[in-house]
């Protein structure tokens, strides 16, 4: 048995007792593809941010949660700056999120719900390929595409906002919002309940 004080490694792959990948530990230079059924689903995905972080993989060896993290700045000084914590659906993206951004100053954090839908990611992935590479034109692949994503949306938001609003938003399975709560910058608070069009039908207080 060996004792460690220090180890410095670029990636680690932590393996059950069949030799399957069960969590991954990678820096910027070994940011792991995005694995379901075997196979890389996205190919070049996330593979040039400037990210490092954990991955972990279910029994079927599909990357289930993820905590990456990461900057860049550029000759001028500008910056941008973000974390994520995601839980994903089983064959499936993202329904649980812990995030936090930062672009030069404008920061925006909290926690987001999404809905999937039960069609697993890698089928979705082949019909959007198919659309892409048929020869439709440019208006009817993207009513295609969308009916293909139409059930992929952000449901919740709890945070703050790059406007400095502390804020919790309520959306409809469609992904527009329709209840916001609000703190603005200036402390002052406002309830509105909007349409499926983004139009304020009411609020309080009513003045506002």
């Known amino acids: 048995m060996s004792d460690f004080k220090s180890i410095n490694v670029e990636n680690i792959n932590i393996v059950d007792k069949d030799g399957n990948v069960r969590m991954r530990l990678f820096n910027n230079d070994h940011i792991p593809p995005a694995i379901m059924d075997g196979k890389d689903i996205l190919p070049g995905h996330r593979q040039d941010d400037p990210i490092s972080g954990v991955m972990f ?17 550029d000759e001028k000084g500008n910056y941008e700056s973000g974390a994520s914590l995601t839980f994903d659906q089983y064959k499936q993206d993202q329904v649980v999120q812990i995030h936090y951004s930062d672009d030069n100053g404008q920061k925006d954090y909290g926690f987001s719900v999404y809905d999937r839908p039960n069609t697993p990611l890698p089928e979705l992935m082949d019909k959007h390929n198919n659309i892409i590479n048929s020869e439709l034109s440019k208006e009817e692949k993207d ?26 938003q309520i959306s409809d399975s469609k992904g527009n919002p329709r209840i916001r709560m609000v703190v603005d910058e200036n402390d002052v608070p406002r309830v509105e309940f909007l349409d499926g069009e983004g139009n304020v039908t009411y609020k309080l207080p009513p003045e506002l």
């Open 143 to 168: 009513r295609e595409l969308d009916k293909i994503w139409e059930r992929n949306t952000r449901r919740a938001f709890m945070g703050k906002n790059s406007k400095g609003e502390v804020t919790l």
């Open 57 to 73: 993989y279910n029994g079927e060896g599909d990357e289930c949660v993820g905590l990456i993290f990461g900057s860049k700045r």
